[in-house]
């Protein structure tokens, strides 16, 4: 049996890397004929990496390192292909990693205690030197490093940034694509709405002007109908005065008749009214007739709508009556 060798890093001894910063399966994949790769959970990465710590601080040769291997194997193996029940087997090779290991540390612990003795008697050689257990072991542990999973390790955490960096570029297109469709849409949007006001304001116009067109057929027909007031005026003024005895002059008031056409050249009937009117209030009865008095000649004509909407009045001679 080796010598004792207290100091020893069972992560590089047992060869599972850095476990607190992830580690994958340490089974073996039977249909794929090698060793599993599957990620080992983050909360068993964190207890293995402290029974890995205890076993540190262990004697590399104490009872409890066999027990400790085992829970740590159980710990280190995915639910994937059955793996669990390669906790034994994972656990002997770990133990055959600790025994080579003890026996090349006592090996080297022998030389270095041979040296110093030697040196201690003075039979050392000049040129030789003692070697000291930690300088040993220091060597053992970079020689047994393991390199190529650390550099699987960071092709694999390059891999995984890669792919994150791919998915938010990913994203941040879908993003973009989103907005510009937004903005599209809120465009379209402003267009229909710069359309419907520009419509509403021309409705708005067209019924301005209709309004003005309204006002002023109103103001039109209010000025008609006051000639037309002041003209019945005149001729009941007229026919009073008549009847009074006095030689005023006659009004006459031209109306054609509604069916009468714009060609004719004949003159539209005359009814003549006398001294013995019986009433000034048959004027207004008769007005779509002319009206007439007797000499001295005088007329009132009152035509249809001029271009302006009102009554033309004209004075001319006329024949003298019975």
């Known amino acids: ?11 590089d001894v047992l ?21 599993c790769h599957h990620r080992v959970a983050t909360a068993n990465c ?24 085992e829970r740590l194997a159980r710990l280190l193996l995915c639910n994937h292909w059955n793996h669990q029940d390669q906790v034994g087997v994972v656990a002997a090779k770990w133990r055959d990693r600790v025994q080579q290991f003890q026996i090349v540390a006592a090996a080297r612990l022998e ?55 791919r998915q938010d570029a990913e994203i941040a297109r879908r993003d973009a694509e989103i907005a510009r469709r937004d903005a599209a849409i809120s465009r379209r949007d402003l267009t229909i709405a710069l359309q419907d006001i520009e419509i509403a304001r021309r409705e708005t116009a067209i019924a301005r002007q209709e309004t003005e067109v309204a006002r002023e057929k109103l103001r039109r027909l209010r000025n008609r109908n006051l000639r037309v007031s002041d003209a019945l005026t ?17 009004l006459t008031v ?9 060609s004719s050249t004949r003159r539209p009937r005359q009814n003549q009214f006398g001294r013995h009117v019986a009433s000034p209030t048959a004027i207004p009865r008769a007005a779509t007739r002319t009206l007439a008095v ?28 019975t």
């Not at 476990?19 to 060793?35: D, E, W």
């Not at 040993?136 to 792919?163: C, D, F, G, L, Y």
């Open 111 to 165: 030389t270095t205690v041979q040296l110093e003795n030697e040196a201690r008697l003075g039979q050392v050689a000049p040129h030789k030197e003692g070697v000291r257990l930690e300088d040993a072991v220091r060597v053992e542990r970079a020689a047994r490093r393991p390199r190529i999973p650390q550099s699987k390790h960071a092709a694999r955490t390059h891999t995984r940034e890669v792919e994150a960096a």
């Open 46 to 69: 964190q207890r293995a990496s402290d029974l890995l710590l205890q076993i540190s601080s262990m004697n590399i040769s104490a009872s409890g390192v066999d027990h400790v291997l």
């Open 294 to 321: 007797p000499s001295p000649a005088y007329r009132l004509l009152v035509p249809p709508e001029d271009d302006n909407g009102g009554i033309m009045l004209r004075q001319g001679l006329g024949r003298k009556g």
């Open 15 to 35: 060869g599972v890397g850095q476990v607190s910063l992830g580690a994958t399966c340490v089974g073996y994949a039977k249909p794929k004929r090698r060793r």
């Open 234 to 250: 005149q001729q009941v003024a007229a026919v009073a005065g008549v009847r009074g005895g006095a030689a005023t002059p006659a």
């Open 254 to 262: 031209e109306v054609p008749r509604p069916n009468s056409a714009a």
């Open 1 to 11: 049996m080796p010598p004792l060798v207290g100091l020893w890093d069972a992560e």
